[in-house]
């Protein structure tokens, strides 16, 4: 379990800035412009800072909806309820696809006192693990239509 977190303002200085500590800035690249092409939140012309809390880096895509989060409730100046965990990989297409190892994830979360996830439809997955409620989704707007609504 890690914490992402995300600061979108004003360019201090004409080209926006893109820095990201503890995620390879050409995934937060990539998933700027799925969320710009496929979601219709524009960040193009916005400053973006994105840390991984702790000093910890992610080296694996099952991070990337978190990251779209992250980056959408800074936009928005709305967060995610903090009882929520999000895993699922984002392709080029929107689509969020599955991860390894999900359901041992999901048991961790409820551990540690989350009450829902927002996970990737399709997984496998429909009841709920342990006390935690599943929200399977297929799209990328489909997580953002359930987180920031």
């Given amino acids: 379990m890690v914490e992402i977190?995300?600061?979108i303002g004003e360019p201090t200085h004409g080209t926006p800035r893109r820095t990201s500590l503890g995620i390879d800035p050409n995934r937060l690249a990539m998933i700027l412009a799925?969320?710009?092409r496929r979601a219709g939140v524009e960040v193009s012309n916005r400053d973006v800072f994105l840390n991984v809390t702790g000093g910890m880096t992610v080296v694996e895509p099952a991070a990337d909806l978190a990251v779209a989060a992250a980056a959408v409730s800074s936009e928005r100046?709305?967060?995610?309820?903090d009882d929520?965990?999000?895993a699922g990989e984002i392709g080029l297409t929107?689509?969020?696809?599955s991860i390894s190892?999900?359901?041992g994830?999901?048991?961790e979360a409820s551990r540690l006192g989350f009450k829902a996830a927002v996970v990737p439809a399709g997984c496998g997955l429909t009841d709920p693990v342990d006390e935690l409620i599943l929200h399977p989704v297929k799209h990328l707007g489909d997580a953002l239509?359930?987180?920031?609504t």
Avoid: K, M, N, S
Wanted: glycine share 8%.
């Fill in 5 to 7: 977190q995300a600061l």
């Fill in 34 to 36: 799925v969320l710009h």
């Fill in 77 to 81: 100046h709305q967060a995610v309820a």
């Fill in 84 to 86: 929520w965990t999000l």
């Fill in 94 to 97: 929107g689509e969020i696809r």
């Fill in 101 to 103: 190892r999900l359901e």
């Fill in 105 to 107: 994830r999901l048991r």
């Fill in 145 to 148: 239509g359930l987180l920031f």
